[in-house]
């Protein structure tokens, strides 16, 4: 079946540091990805839906200037955490839309731990 | 208003034993997608099943089974003779066509202990 990848899968960080976490479609093109994130022992929230070519639509309470997003290719999205602090600590996921055979499906990427000390 | 409550925020059951994971939505959408992942400690969501607003047909897989009730806007999730391994958090997720089946709304899952 298809599959998402990201990397890195965890990372440590010192705080005012920025941080690059890739989400990749292997086998399909996914003209939209998703980042998400979940704190721990809670739910998934979608930060921001990005889009192949064109500025990442973001949630509500989402810093876009904090997060940025940019999905330059068909299989490529990347999340940026912009001097990251303590409180971004976080796991962070991403998801892809497959659109090929017909049936819509989202594939969601092993996720990326973040720990910002 | 939350649109998925996963009201069971922790269960804890004997190895063999059935349990019920309970998911109620919320929307006014005629035309949505119910979910339901599995996330083992190792984080990466597990998709279990998909199911559509208009295929209230229950579904079996396995040891897993899913009730589809639109009238009581809930897709429980139930697992016969639970084993060790089914220990995770399970969450139910919404899509809705308003938004072009783009937006999960994921509730806030069900953490799942199979002792042996």
């Known amino acids: 079946g298809a599959v998402v990848s990201q990397h890195p899968s965890w990372v440590i960080c010192k705080s005012g540091t920025s941080v690059k976490i890739e989400c990749r479609s292997l086998?399909?093109?996914?003209?939209?990805m998703f980042w998400y994130r979940q704190f721990p022992k809670q739910s998934l929230m979608l930060m921001a839906t990005?889009?192949?070519?064109?500025?990442?639509?973001?949630e509500q309470g989402v810093e876009k200037d904090k997060f940025l997003i940019n999905h330059a290719s068909l299989t490529l999205s990347t999340l940026t955490v912009t001097s990251a602090h303590p409180e971004d600590s976080s796991f962070y996921i991403c998801?892809?839309?497959?659109?090929?055979?017909?049936?819509?499906?989202?594939?969601f990427g092993p996720g990326t731990r973040l720990l910002v000390l | 208003a939350q649109k998925v409550t996963q009201a069971q925020t922790e269960i804890s059951v004997v190895e063999k034993e059935d349990v019920t994971l309970d998911c109620v939505y919320e929307?006014?959408?005629?035309?949505?997608?119910l979910f339901w992942y599995k996330q083992p400690p190792s984080g990466e969501l597990v998709f279990l099943i998909r199911r559509n607003s208009f295929d209230e047909q229950n579904e079996i897989s396995g040891r897993y089974s899913w009730n589809f009730q639109k009238s009581t806007s809930s897709f429980n999730f139930t697992i016969t003779a639970s084993q060790v391994v089914d220990s995770a958090v399970y969450f139910c997720?919404?899509?809705?066509?308003?938004?072009?089946?783009?937006?999960?709304?994921f509730g806030s899952g069900t953490k799942l202990n199979v002792k042996p």
């Open positions: 929307t006014r959408d005629t035309t949505y997608y």
């Open positions: 990005s889009n192949e070519g064109s500025k990442a639509t973001y």
């Open positions: 086998d399909f093109q996914a003209t939209t």
């Open positions: 997720a919404l899509s809705e066509a308003m938004w072009n089946f783009n937006k999960f709304y």
């Open positions: 998801s892809a839309r497959d659109l090929s055979g017909g049936l819509e499906t989202q594939y």
